[in-house]
């Protein structure tokens, strides 16, 4: 679970480093798909990991609004402020809270449940899904995608003796 939150987040920071070279403009243009924009984009990643990884403790949890990040360097300093407190919970992770249950009243009244593992790696599925739309997006700017890859990223530093 931890390689794959560390996986996203490396890849959110080349991501924001990409978008230095681009315009404000080009990072706030509407897009298909998506939540509208490359910067909305990468500003909804951070802050539904974060609101996620809130829910499941039973913490509050609020909505930002975009309009209050509409800046590459705004929408860093967001994330630079929820990640502590994500990176804490996904370091504290153990094989006990995998099913612990996550209970939620959704906008119509209905009740879904879902164990806390389901939930974290929906966050990581998440993540991954949007990294997709910037990439096509990317391409439209006319700029190479980050690289999806998880081979090369220095992930795994180390491994146990004899593997």
């Not at 996986?7 to 991501?15: D, H, I, Q, S, T």
């Not at 809130?54 to 209050?68: A, L, M, T, V, W």
């Not at 996904?90 to 996550?102: K, P, Q």
Request: aromatic share 12%; charged share 25%; net charge negative.
């Amino acid at each position: 679970m931890q390689t794959l939150f560390r996986y996203n987040w490396k890849v959110r920071e080349e991501w924001y480093q990409w978008c230095e070279d681009v315009s404000s403009e080009e990072l706030l243009k509407p897009r298909t798909g998506g939540v509208g924009s490359i910067l909305k984009t990468l500003f909804h990643i951070a802050d539904v990991e974060w609101s996620w990884i809130r829910s499941i403790q039973g913490k509050p949890d609020f909505q930002e609004n975009f309009e209050k990040y509409n800046t590459l360097q705004k929408v860093r300093e967001l994330d630079a402020a929820f990640r502590p407190e994500v990176e804490q919970f996904v370091l504290d992770w153990n094989v006990d809270l995998e099913r612990r249950i996550f209970e939620d009243t959704l906008a119509d009244g209905s009740t879904v449940t879902d164990a806390w593992g389901e939930v974290m790696r929906h966050v990581i599925a998440h993540e991954i899904h949007h990294v997709g739309q910037l990439s096509v997006w990317a391409r439209e700017v006319g700029k190479p995608p980050i690289s999806a890859n998880v081979i090369g990223k220095g992930l795994m530093n180390t491994l146990p003796e004899g593997l």
